[in-house]
C-alpha cells in the first residue's frame, strides 16, 4: 500500500481488505497496478461510498463491489468478487441480462423497482431492485464496462403489499358495512368516500367530491346542517338515536321515511385541526317497528292476564255460589280451569292446520259450560278456516266471553248467551257470518272510551276485510261478524 499507484484501493472496509489481499493476477483484469484509470476511479468511488455499488468489467465482466453491495449477493458472497457477472447472477440472468448488454452498447438504464426470483440460501425468494447501470467508457471512448448504483427494495415492497392488502380488505369491509358510512371533508363538507349503504340510503349515487348542500339538501334542511356544524366547531361527536328521517328519491319523486341511528365523528390532520367528520348511519327503522310491536303485545298481555285473572276469579266464585258442597267445588273449578287453559293453549300456538270453527268456539267456551243450552247455546254448521283466521276468531271469542263473565250475561245463573255461525250467499260470493246475542244479564252500557278489547273485535278478523257490528242495547248486547268465507278459509 505503500506504492501511490494503489492508493484508490485504501479504505473500503471488509471489501477494501478483501480486494487489497486478493491475488488478481489471473484475473483477467490483472493487477491492481494495471488496471486503466477510470476503473481506478470507480473503484476508488465505489470503496469510499456507503451506498450499495458494483463493477463489470471488461469484455467478461469481471465483478467487483463494495460493502453496502454484499448483503445483496447473500451466500454468493464473498466468492462472487472477481467472477463473471453471468456466473454470479447465472439464476436472473434471463431478466437482468439484456439490461447489461444495453449498458455495454452505452445505453444506460435506471428502474425503480425491478423483480427478480432469485436464489438464496438455495431457495427461490422474490425480491426487488432499484438501480441504474451507467456506461463506462475507457480513454479511447470505448465503453470498458459498467457502473451500478443498486438499492434492495424487497422489504419496503413487501410493506407495500401489506399496506395495500390491509387498505384492500378495509375498503372491502367499509363496502360491504351494514351501515352507511361517509366521509364529509372540509366545512364544505364535500363527500370524499361513501359506501354503498350510503348511495342507497340518500337514493343517489356518482356524489363523490360534491358538497352535502348539493347531495342532501333535504337531509340537512331537518337541522342536520346544525349538527354536522357543531360537531366541526366543538370537536365533539354527535350521537342520535331513534332520529326520524324523510329521504327523496329524487328520479322517482318518492319520499321514504326511515329511523336513524348515526355518529358524527370529527376527524383531525396531522397538526390536530379538523379537517373531516366522519358520518355512520344505520337504519333502526325495523327496530323501532319492532320495538313499537313490543309495546302492543306487551299491553295485549297485560290486558289478557287481567282478564284470565277476573275469568278465573268468576269461574270460582260461580262454581262455589252454585256447588253442593267443597268436595265438589274443588273438581268443578279444578276441571274449568283445564278447560280455560285448553283455550289459552288455542290463543298461544295460533299455528298448525285449519281449525273448526265449532271446535274454536267449544274451547273458547269450555270454562263457563261448552254451550249445554241451560246458560250458553251454540247453533251452527260445519265450517273450517285457515290457521291465521282460527286465531284471530279464538281472540275475539276470548274477548267477548271474557266480557260476558266480567260485565255481561255470563255475570249473572239468570243470563243466557246464544252464538250462532254459518254462511250467507249473495250474487256474488259466500260470506261467514257470526252472532253472539246476550241476555238476561245487567243492564248494558256502551264503554265511555273504546279499549284494547274494543279495538280488537271493530277490528274483526286479522288481515280479511270484515263487516263488524257491536250493539250495547239495555237487553243485553249482540255482536255480528261478517267476512267472505273464502278469505278466511285460506288465510
Known amino acids: 500500500m505503500s506504492a501511490p499507484s494503489l492508493n484508490f484501493l485504501a479504505g473500503g472496509g471488509e471489501m477494501g481488505e478483501i480486494i487489497r489481499a486478493t491475488d488478481w493476477s489471473g484475473s483477467p483484469l490483472g493487477t491492481p497496478e494495471t488496471w486503466p484509470g477510470s476503473l481506478r476511479t470507480l473503484v476508488q468511488v465505489m470503496l469510499m461510498s ?27 458472497h464473498p466468492w462472487a468478487l472477481g467472477k463473471p457477472f453471468a456466473e454470479v447472477w447465472a439464476d436472473i440472468i434471463d431478466a437482468v441480462g439484456p439490461i447489461m448488454d444495453a449498458a455495454y452498447a452505452g445505453i444506460p438504464t435506471y428502474m425503480d423497482d425491478i423483480e427478480f426470483l432469485m436464489t438464496r440460501h438455495g431457495k427461490q425468494v422474490e425480491t426487488h431492485f432499484s438501480f441504474g447501470y451507467t456506461p463506462v467508457h475507457d480513454h ?56 354503498s349503504a350510503y348511495q342507497r340510503l340518500v337514493a343517489k349515487s356518482d356524489f363523490l367530491g360534491r358538497p352535502a348542500a348539493d347531495v342532501i339538501p333535504d337531509l340537512l334542511e331537518q337541522g342536520f346542517s346544525d349538527l354536522l356544524d357543531r360537531v366541526y366547531e366543538t370537536g365533539e361527536p354527535f350521537i342520535g338515536a331513534g332520529v326520524p ?4 328519491d329524487t328520479e322517482t319523486g318518492t319520499t321514504i321515511d326511515y329511523m336513524m341511528d348515526f355518529v358524527y365523528q370529527p376527524m383531525r390532520d396531522a397538526d390536530g385541526e379538523i379537517d373531516a367528520i366522519f358520518v355512520e348511519v344505520a337504519d333502526a327503522t325495523e327496530r323501532h317497528k319492532a320495538e313499537k310491536m313490543q309495546a302492543i303485545l306487551n299491553e295485549e298481555l297485560a290486558h289478557r292476564i287481567k282478564n284470565q285473572m277476573a275469568v278465573v276469579q268468576a269461574i270460582v266464585s260461580q262454581t262455589l255460589r252454585n256447588a253442593a258442597d267443597v268436595r265438589s267445588a274443588r273438581q268443578l273449578i279444578n276441571g274449568r280451569l283445564v278447560a280455560l287453559s285448553s283455550a289459552h293453549d288455542l290463543l298461544v300456538r295460533g299455528k298448525g292446520e285449519r281449525a273448526s270453527v265449532r271446535k274454536l268456539i267449544e274451547t273458547a267456551m269450555e270454562p263457563y259450560g261448552r254451550g249445554d243450552g241451560r246458560q250458553i247455546n251454540l247453533t251452527g254448521t260445519e265450517i273450517e278456516v285457515g290457521p291465521k283466521a282460527a286465531l284471530s276468531l279464538a ?34 260470493s259466500t260470506t261467514f257470518d257470526l252472532t253472539w246475542t246476550e241476555s238476561g244479564g245487567p243492564s248494558v252500557d256502551e264503554p265511555s272510551a273504546p279499549g284494547f278489547g274494543t279495538r280488537l273485535l271493530r277490528g274483526g278478523i286479522t288481515g280479511v276485510e270484515s263487516r263488524v257490528e257491536l250493539d250495547y242495547s239495555p237487553g243485553g248486547f249482540t255482536f255480528v261478524l261478517s267476512t267472505p268465507l273464502a278469505d278466511i278459509v285460506i288465510s
Open 395 to 428: 281472540l275475539i271469542l276470548h274477548e267477548l266471553a271474557t266480557n260476558a263473565v266480567k260485565y255481561g250475561a255470563l255475570s249473572v245463573p239468570e243470563g243466557h248467551l246464544d252464538i250462532a255461525w254459518g254462511t250467507s250467499v249473495d250474487e256474488e
Open 50 to 76: 456507503g451506498q450499495p455499488m458494483f463493477i463489470a468489467w471488461g469484455p467478461e465482466r469481471i465483478m467487483l463491489y463494495n460493502d453496502g453491495y454484499a448483503p445483496m449477493c447473500a451466500n454468493r
Open 245 to 248: 328521517i324523510t329521504v327523496t
Open 140 to 195: 479511447e471512448d470505448r465503453v470498458a464496462g459498467m457502473f451500478c448504483t443498486a438499492l434492495e427494495i424487497t422489504s419496503e415492497v413487501a410493506e407495500a403489499k401489506a399496506r395495500k392488502a390491509d387498505a384492500e380488505r378495509l375498503r372491502e369491509m367499509f363496502e360491504q358495512a351494514p351501515s352507511a358510512i361517509a366521509v364529509l371533508r372540509g366545512r364544505d363538507y364535500v363527500f370524499e368516500v361513501a359506501n
